[in-house]
């Protein structure tokens, strides 16, 4: 087959119809998570000043040093399409001194992320995340809230077998402290590691804990674990967020290696995904954590936040093969069939006074053919047609024509609207 001249970006694609529903389904339940847990809408450009991502997300991360769709601007600045949504967050935050209104806030956001890694399936160049942050407050209570909004929604739209992956990766106390076990760990088994492992034992040892390499796993299984290294206070705050959870009988599995990768994260991080053939194809759902010293980092007063987002995309992947019900708007009770230039002219006025009074009319008004119009009013279930044909237009009269019975009124063409009315109201 000939390829297009132009196709859309590799990675990126387009969103027909035919997901919209599902696309639409996700954001009612986001809304309706958002408004029973008290978050609120908020949403950032797309580019931001890139120096935002190679602070707040960390140099030396994967985000960073290979996926940022970075330019020049003519005025010479450097701008990035957003890789994740947190960091510009966070900025917001600081920026509109969200930290005078009362604490903690909770905000969710809902739009296209982009990251240039290498597509496969469920990873994509341009995808769609949701995701649900509270900052202002530092209670395993709020990690526990977020984990719970993302489990809720995915249960909600009948994912089953999901698994909540946990793990607490310390803060700027303790973790320093357990690099240093790690990457001497490492150090003794480096001829086992990959190259890129080589070169990551020697900037951050704890990106070696999430290395897909099978040879790197092997060295990792064996490693020491942060929870085993956690100062008092994280230790604390994690046995909170476990009892939390037992509390609400949420199923977790503990991940000693789940590291996730972007440095902002402390204390508490966390995935969600579906335990299935093609759950395990499409990867983690949800990811997220606590990000205490994010604010700071990036020029604020230190702030705690707790928060996480899902991939839009790999959770549509999933939902196809459920059996899930969509509402669907009802058809129009009436549809307009016209023929002739003139009424067509007219019938168009009759649609706009139609929309005045908001009642939604169907029409097809690049046909000529009048049998294939009435067709079409058969098959979407109309109760009326309204027929302007030539000689109707001409006269200034419309047939109305009840698609039960098939009785045919004619009524002046300025009262049909009103006429409808009526009938409708029966
Ligand atoms: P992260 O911001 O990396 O924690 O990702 C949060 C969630 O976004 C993941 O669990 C995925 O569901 C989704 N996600 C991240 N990167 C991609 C990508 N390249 N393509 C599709 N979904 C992604």
Same mark, same amino acid.
């Given at each position: 087959m000939k390829k297009n001249k132009f196709q859309s970006p590799t990675g990126m694609h387009d969103i027909l119809p035919e997901d919209q529903k599902y696309f639409r389904k996700i954001y009612e339940l986001c809304e309706e998570m958002a408004n029973f847990y008290e978050f609120e809408r908020?949403?950032?450009?797309?580019?931001?000043?890139?120096? /935002?991502? %190679?602070? @707040?997300?960390g140099i030396g991360t994967d985000i960073v040093e290979k996926q940022m769709f970075t330019f020049k601007t003519r005025g010479g600045d450097y701008l990035t399409l957003r890789p994740e949504g947190t960091a510009p967050i966070v900025r917001a935050y600081i920026?509109?001194?969200?930290?005078?209104?009362?604490?903690?806030?909770?905000l969710w956001y809902f739009g296209p992320y982009f990251r240039a890694e290498r597509p496969q399936f469920g990873r994509y160049r341009q995808f769609w995340q949701f995701g649900f942050e509270t900052i202002g407050e530092e209670g395993p209570v709020i990690d526990v809230q977020i984990i719970q909004v993302f489990y809720n929604l995915l249960k909600e739209l009948k994912f089953?077998?999901?698994?909540?992956? /946990?793990? %607490?990766? @310390?803060?700027?106390?303790?973790?320093p402290y357990f690099k240093k076990i790690l990457a001497s760990y490492f150090r003794n088994r480096e001829s086992s590691l990959c190259a890129d492992c080589g070169r990551r034992l020697r900037e951050n040892p704890l990106r070696i804990l999430d290395c897909k390499e099978e040879k790197c796993q092997m060295v990792v299984s064996q490693a020491p674990q942060m929870l085993d290294h956690l100062c008092e206070s994280c230790h604390r705050h994690f046995k909170e967020?476990?009892?939390?959870?037992?509390?609400?009988?949420l199923p977790y599995a503990l991940s000693p290696y789940l590291v996730r990768g972007l440095d902002y994260y402390t204390k508490t991080v966390f995935e969600i995904s579906e335990d299935s053939e093609e759950g395990k194809k499409v990867g983690a759902l949800t990811g997220g954590g606590r990000y205490d010293n994010l604010a700071r980092i990036l020029g604020g007063k230190p702030t705690p936040g707790c928060g996480g987002a899902s991939g839009i995309e790999r959770i549509l992947i999933l939902m196809k093969g459920k059996k899930l019900r969509f509402s669907q708007s009802p058809f129009p009770k009436i549809f307009l069939a016209q023929l002739g230039d003139l009424a067509k002219r007219k019938s168009l006025i009759l649609v706009e006074e139609f929309r005045k009074i908001r009642i939604p009319v169907s029409e097809s008004l690049g046909r000529d053919s009048l049998k294939a119009q009435l067709n079409r009013a058969n098959r979407i279930g109309a109760k009326f047609a309204l027929i302007l044909g030539q000689k109707e237009a001409l006269e200034g009269s419309v047939i109305i024509k009840d698609m039960?019975?098939?009785?045919?009124?004619?009524?002046?063409?300025?009262?049909?609207?009103?006429?409808?009315?009526?009938?409708?109201?029966?």
């Open positions: 908020i949403e950032t450009p797309i580019l931001e000043d890139t120096e /935002l991502f %190679s602070r @707040g997300v920026e509109h001194g969200m930290q005078n209104l009362p604490q903690p806030l909770k089953k077998n999901l698994v909540v992956a /946990l793990n %607490s990766i @310390g803060c700027s106390q303790c973790r967020v476990l009892e939390f959870f037992d509390d609400l009988s039960e019975t098939g009785r045919q009124d004619l009524v002046k063409f300025e009262k049909a609207v009103e006429e409808m009315k009526k009938r409708l109201k029966k």
